[in-house]
T-cell receptor, first 113, second 110 residues
């Protein structure tokens, strides 16, 4: 079974530019989550999709962040325009049901310079 | 708001000794508590989890205990080995959202 995959693994962009992160969840997993870890801090919840619908986006920092999951398969997280404080590792995870194991991707390390 | 406190932030133990990591959560409705291990450059992977209807769970050298009254849960690793060196994250969840702790960097010294 293929795991959760994320692209790219690393991204270095200048402040003000746009970056789009992609997540391919495990096939059949309706639940998809985005998390972010800023250096040395907790892995913080950003948002949750059930299929193509956003169930909870309370963790999104501001309106520079836009997540989509068209068709309920893969998801993208766009940051536009990027700021220095957006640097961190962005993790995607998926699960089959609520309250079951969430499988994580390897993360995308975003550096904004 | 919901939060999870995790201690210690770093932990060094001699190979063969035990390691204990402790977490405290704030949301009394949390009912699922997974522990993830993240090795350098790799993805976080679930190593053990516990639900709120049990107090303890073991899997070989790893055990987790849960005290719902105190809202504490702990990870215990016995007979530590160098390959146990990693960052460990606890989380508390109800429904779908995981609230993670800040992580514990465990170093097992050979």
């Amino acid at each position: 079974e293929a795991g959760v995959t994320q692209f790219p693994s690393h991204s270095v962009i200048e402040k003000g530019q746009t970056v789009t992160l992609r997540c391919d969840p495990i096939s059949g997993h309706d639940n998809l989550y985005w998390y972010r870890r800023v250096m040395g801090k907790e892995i913080k919840f950003l948002l949750h999709f059930v299929k193509e619908s956003k169930q909870d986006e309370s963790g999104m920092p501001n309106n520079r962040f836009l997540a989509e999951r068209t068709g309920g398969t893969y998801s993208t997280l766009k940051v536009q325009p990027a700021e220095l404080e957006d640097s961190g590792v962005y993790f995607c995870a998926s699960s089959q049901d609520h309250g079951t194991e969430a499988f994580f991707g390897q993360g995308t390390r975003l550096t904004v310079v | 708001g919901e939060n999870v406190e995790q201690h210690p932030s770093t932990l060094s133990v001699q190979e063969g000794d035990s390691a204990v990591i402790k977490c405290t959560y704030s949301d009394s409705a949390s009912n699922y508590f997974p522990w993830y291990k993240q090795e350098l450059g790799k993805r976080p992977q679930l190593i053990i989890d516990i639900r709120s209807n049990v107090g303890e769970k073991k899997d070989q050298r790893i055990a987790v205990t849960l005290n719902k009254t105190a809202k504490h849960f702990s990870l215990h690793i016995t007979e530590t080995q160098p390959e146990d060196s990693a960052v460990y994250f606890c989380a508390a969840s109800r429904a779908y959202k995981y609230i993670f702790g800040t992580g514990t960097r465990l170093k097992v010294l050979a």
